[in-house]
């Protein structure tokens, strides 16, 4: 896993905790971090990181419009994503949806969770909406909820028009050393 951020960016900016990666099932020690001064350079580094073999997740973050993604860097990373199989995920804080070459496009926000006992705060719960799925229906709504003890986000309750409906993943690809699936995302 790369991740891949803006040193200049402090508001807003993922705090990254060993044990809570390790409970969403990343080993922290595989974890490669690269803080970047400028857009350019995250951009930069988030291509270059897509295009190592030995990676499988690249996850860029940056706030507001990030004025040097355009189409041209966006099917620059779609087209590296193809050739290595990685998953590139770019995270923009505080920003409105702009064309890409991406396969889909998300609104995450947080949601109002369910208070335990004692009027206690609940898990955190999310609110994913998928915009745009090239090749599917967009415009569909999910809420997630945090399991206790398992760290994992599970659906708690349908928000969407279509029930049973599910966005893939691109697929289930056989790693060539193992013989056995791994699933990737684009």
């Not at 206690?120 to 206790?148: D, K, N, Y």
């Not at 349908?158 to 995302?185: C, E, Y």
Request: hydrophobic share 40%; with cysteine; glycine share 12%.
């Amino acid at each position: 896993v790369v991740l891949a951020r803006m040193e200049k960016r402090r508001r807003g900016r993922t705090v990254l905790a060993g044990d809570g990666l390790a409970g969403l099932g990343l080993d922290p020690a595989r974890l490669t971090l690269i803080e970047v001064e400028d857009e350019q350079d995250l951009l930069r580094a988030g291509l270059e990181a897509c295009r190592c073999p030995g990676v499988g997740l690249v996850l860029l973050e940056a706030g507001g419009r990030l004025s040097g993604y355009d189409l041209t860097a966006s099917r620059r990373l779609a087209l590296a994503v193809e050739r290595s199989g990685a998953c590139v995920v770019l995270v923009r804080h505080d920003a409105e949806a702009r064309p890409s070459a991406a396969r889909t496009r998300w609104r995450i926000s947080s949601a109002p969770s369910t208070p335990l006992e004692a009027h206690a705060p609940g898990w955190p719960v999310l609110e994913a909406e998928l915009l745009r799925w090239r090749g599917g229906m967009a415009g569909r709504r999910w809420r997630l909820g945090r399991e206790a003890g398992h760290g994992q986000y599970r659906g708690t309750t349908r928000l969407s028009p279509l029930p049973g409906a599910v966005v893939p993943l691109s697929g289930v690809r056989t790693h060539p050393d193992d013989g056995q699936d791994s699933r990737r995302a684009a």
